[in-house]
C-alpha cells in the first residue's frame, strides 16, 4: 500500500492552528496541485463538532475561493481538526494563513444563516447536521489562539 503522508506526520509534536504545506504534485505538462493541512485545533486534544465542521467547511468553499486564486477543494479530515485544502498552483503557508485567518474572523464576525451555502436536501447529502452557531464559536476561538504558518514553531500571522 502507498505511504501516505498525512500518517507519517508526528501529531505529537504539531503545534495547532497552523497551515502546513503537504505536497506539490508536478504533471507532465507543467501543471503544480499543492495540498495544503489547515489544521485548526490540536490534534488528540481537541475536535471540532461535525455540526460545526460541517458548517466551517461549507462557508470555507466559498470564502476561500474568494482569497485564493486556483482553489480546487477544501474538505475536512475524519479526524475532525481541520482541512485538506488542494490548489492548483503555489501559495506560501503565510499566504493560505491570512487566507484562512481573514475566513474564520468573517465566519465568527458577519456571516448569518441566509450566507451559508448548500444547506437543503437539494444541495447537500446531510443537511440536517449543520451549527452555524458553533462554526461561529469555533472560529473565533481558533483565530483567538492565533494561525501559525508553520506547523512546529508558533509564528502567527
Not at 500518517?7 to 505529537?12: E, I, K, V, Y
Not at 441566509?114 to 437539494?122: A, C, H, I, M, R
Not at 447537500?124 to 483567538?144: P, T
Request: charged content about 25%; hydrophobic content about 35%; aromatic content about 8%.
Amino acid at each position: 500500500m502507498a505511504k501516505v503522508e498525512s500518517f507519517t506526520l508526528d501529531h505529537t509534536k504539531v503545534k495547532a492552528p497552523y497551515v502546513r504545506l503537504i505536497t506539490e504534485e508536478h504533471g507532465e505538462k507543467g501543471d503544480i496541485i499543492s495540498n495544503y493541512d489547515l489544521r485548526l485545533v490540536q490534534p488528540n486534544t481537541n475536535a471540532i463538532p461535525t455540526a460545526g465542521l460541517h458548517t466551517i467547511e461549507h462557508l470555507l468553499a466559498g470564502l476561500l475561493r474568494d482569497r485564493l486564486d486556483g482553489v480546487i477543494d477544501c474538505s475536512p479530515f475524519g479526524c475532525r481538526t481541520g482541512f485538506h485544502l488542494i490548489t492548483w498552483g503555489q501559495h506560501s503557508t503565510t499566504e493560505v494563513a491570512k487566507a484562512l485567518k481573514s475566513s474564520l474572523e468573517e465566519i465568527a464576525d458577519k456571516i448569518e444563516w441566509k450566507d451559508v451555502q448548500g444547506t437543503d436536501k437539494y444541495s447537500c447529502g446531510n443537511y440536517r447536521d449543520h451549527s452555524l452557531f458553533s462554526a461561529k464559536q469555533w472560529s473565533c476561538d481558533i483565530v483567538d489562539a492565533g494561525i501559525s504558518d508553520d506547523p512546529f514553531e508558533r509564528h502567527t500571522i
